[in-house]
């Protein structure tokens, strides 16, 4: 249980145009759903935190109207990167949180296996 | 602000030897503390985690950890390590919101 898909595993864009990135989970309602991004060599750093039904929440430093979300259902995020540029390609990886009920005190997040952006 | 220090960039450990990763956090309150793994191109998955009871956890794939409060430090520990172990390593510390992870470590195992 607590699959968490990604679509697409990587993509190829030209600079100027958007990609849209989506993250779902399979098996439970995630109501909470995280972006974050990965350079080589790095560590994941948080870009956003959505709930569903409601506008995300961005750290800061991080573009939102560059970076669109959307989570519009229990199971389905999307992150939008519009207008893209070289230096947006990076390794994007989504995690999904259930309910507190059952993600229990320390909320467990289940991680996408992560979208591959390269912008030429 | 809460910080992870994963002072080894990368580690070769030889088949069949024992591996410790050593990760230091810095934390308000009581920290929940994890140990993820990454293959190449891949997302995270859930190694162990701690966050009260037995300092010592037990994880998947034979990995333990120990937590030491007095030394802020998580270390990741394998009696006997196998080819496959060989990824990436992050360690995180976190409470119900968010999560932050250190650089991690990569693992290579020589034959």
């Known amino acids: 249980g607590a699959v968490v898909s990604q679509h697409p595993s990587w993509v190829i864009c030209k600079s100027g145009t958007s990609v849209k990135i989506e993250c779902r989970s399979l098996d439970f309602q995630a109501t909470t759903m995280f972006w974050y991004r990965q350079f080589p060599k790095q560590s994941l750093m948080l870009m956003a935190t959505?709930?569903?039904?409601?506008?995300?929440?961005?750290e800061q430093g991080v573009e939102k109207d560059k970076f669109l979300i959307n989570h519009a259902s229990l199971t389905l995020s999307t992150l939008t990167v519009t207008s893209a540029h070289p230096e947006d390609s990076s390794f994007y990886i989504c995690?999904?949180?259930?309910?507190?009920?059952?993600?229990?005190?320390?909320?467990?997040?289940?991680f996408g296996p992560g979208t591959r952006l390269t912008v030429t | 602000a809460q910080s992870v220090t994963q002072p080894d960039i990368h580690i070769t450990v030889s088949e069949g030897a024992s591996l410790e990763l050593r990760c230091n956090y810095s934390?308000?309150?009581?920290?929940?503390l994890f140990w993820y793994v990454q293959s190449p191109g891949q997302g995270l998955q859930l190694l162990l985690k701690?966050?009260?009871?037995?300092?010592l956890v037990q994880g998947i794939k034979g990995f333990e950890a120990e937590f030491k409060r007095s030394q802020s430090s998580f270390n990741l520990r394998k009696p006997s390590v196998h080819w496959s172990d060989a990824a990436e390593y992050f360690c995180?510390?976190?409470?119900?919101?968010?999560?932050?992870f250190g650089k991690g470590t990569m693992l290579l195992v020589s034959p």
């Open positions: 995180a510390v976190g409470g119900y919101s968010t999560l932050t």
């Open positions: 934390y308000g309150a009581t920290p929940y």
């Open positions: 959505s709930n569903e039904g409601s506008k995300a929440t961005y």
């Open positions: 995690s999904a949180r259930a309910q507190q009920s059952i993600a229990g005190e320390w909320g467990e997040q289940y």
């Open positions: 701690y966050f009260s009871g037995d300092t």
